[in-house]
C-alpha cells in the first residue's frame, strides 16, 4: 500500500496521534497546537481512513495489522520511541502499536476494545447507525451543525460539550464519517475481537482515560483490568467519547503528563 497520509507539526521528542474509527488526524486539531509547544506531533490518518488508502487486499485491517501500518510508516520517518497517544479504536491500535515498537509512553482516550468478549452491541449498533446517517444525510447534517442546537442534536452522545466544537470540526466529523473506504471492514474485524495484554505484558508506562460524559462506552467497555498491570487511570470531567474539544487543556495536560510518566521511566532505567 501507499504510505499513510499524516499531520506533522512541532519540535520536541515525537508524539504520535492515532484518532478513532470513522475518523481522521482531524479530530486531534482542537489540541495539536498546545502538544506541538512541547513534542513533534505526528498525527496520522489510519489505513482505509482520511487521505491514508486501505491496506491491501486481503490483508484484514483488525487492529494488530493497523498497528502494523503505522509501525512501517514510523520506520519510514526514522522515528525511535515515540510517545503515542490514541482516542478510541486508535487507542486499542496503540496497545497493539506498543507490543511490535519501543514506545516511550502510551496514553488512551476513551479506548475501544476493553470488553471482555465481542463488541457490545449496543456499540455496534451506535457505529452503524452514525455512518448510515451520514452517508445518506450527510449534506443535511453538514447544514445543521451550522447552529448549535443542530450540533448538540447530532453529536450528544459522543461530544460532552456540543457548543464548545466548531462547525468546522463538527462538518469535518460528519464528512471523515460518511467517506471512510476503510469504516465497514474495520469495524467488521473488530466485532469478534478484543485487547487482552499477554504475559509478560507491556514495559511502558500507560494512562488510560475516560470522559464523565461518555455516552458510547458504557461500564461493559472498560474492563481496563485487561491492560497491562500499573496502567494509570483518569477521568476527564465533563468529557464525552470524542473529548478532544470538550477541553483540550485537559486533554493535552492528560498527554503531556503520560509523556513525562515515560521520561522519568527510562531516567530509573538508565540509572
Not at 49 to 58: D, I, K, V, Y
Not at 93 to 121: K, N, Q
Not at 180 to 186: K, L, N
Request: some cysteine.
Amino acid at each position: 500500500m501507499a504510505g499513510l497520509a499524516f499531520h506533522r507539526t512541532g519540535t520536541g521528542p515525537p508524539l504520535v496521534l492515532l484518532h478513532g474509527i470513522g475518523s481522521s488526524h482531524r479530530a486531534w486539531s482542537p489540541v495539536v497546537d498546545a502538544l506541538a509547544d512541547h513534542f513533534d506531533v505526528i498525527a496520522v490518518d489510519l489505513p482505509g481512513f482520511g487521505e491514508s488508502p486501505p491496506l491491501a487486499t486481503g490483508v484484514e485491517p483488525h487492529p494488530a495489522a493497523l498497528a502494523g501500518a503505522v509501525d512501517t510508516f514510523l520506520d519510514g520517518l526514522g522515528i525511535v520511541g515515540p510517545v503515542v497517544a490514541g482516542h478510541s479504536l486508535g487507542g486499542w491500535v496503540a496497545l497493539e502499536l506498543a507490543e511490535v515498537r519501543p514506545t516511550a509512553a502510551v496514553a488512551l482516550i476513551s479506548p475501544a476494545g476493553l470488553w471482555p468478549g465481542s463488541t457490545p452491541l449496543y456499540n455496534r449498533l451506535s457505529l452503524q447507525a452514525t455512518r448510515w446517517l451520514t452517508r445518506h444525510w450527510g449534506k443535511q447534517l453538514s447544514r445543521l451543525v451550522n447552529h448549535r442546537f443542530g450540533r448538540a442534536l447530532l453529536l450528544c452522545q459522543t461530544v460532552g460539550r456540543p457548543s464548545r466544537i466548531s462547525p468546522d470540526l463538527a462538518r469535518a466529523m460528519v464528512w471523515d464519517m460518511a467517506t471512510s473506504p476503510g469504516f465497514d471492514a474495520t469495524l467488521e474485524a473488530t466485532l469478534d475481537r478484543h485487547y487482552l495484554a499477554g504475559p509478560p505484558g507491556l514495559d511502558v508506562p500507560i494512562t488510560v482515560a475516560f470522559g464523565s460524559r461518555d455516552l458510547l462506552l458504557r461500564r461493559r467497555s472498560r474492563h481496563v483490568e485487561q491492560l497491562p498491570p500499573g496502567a494509570r487511570l483518569e477521568t476527564l470531567a465533563g468529557c464525552g467519547h470524542v473529548p478532544m474539544s470538550d477541553d483540550p487543556r485537559a486533554v493535552a495536560a492528560l498527554i503531556t503528563a503520560a509523556a513525562h510518566r515515560g521520561s522519568r521511566g527510562e531516567a530509573l532505567r538508565a540509572g
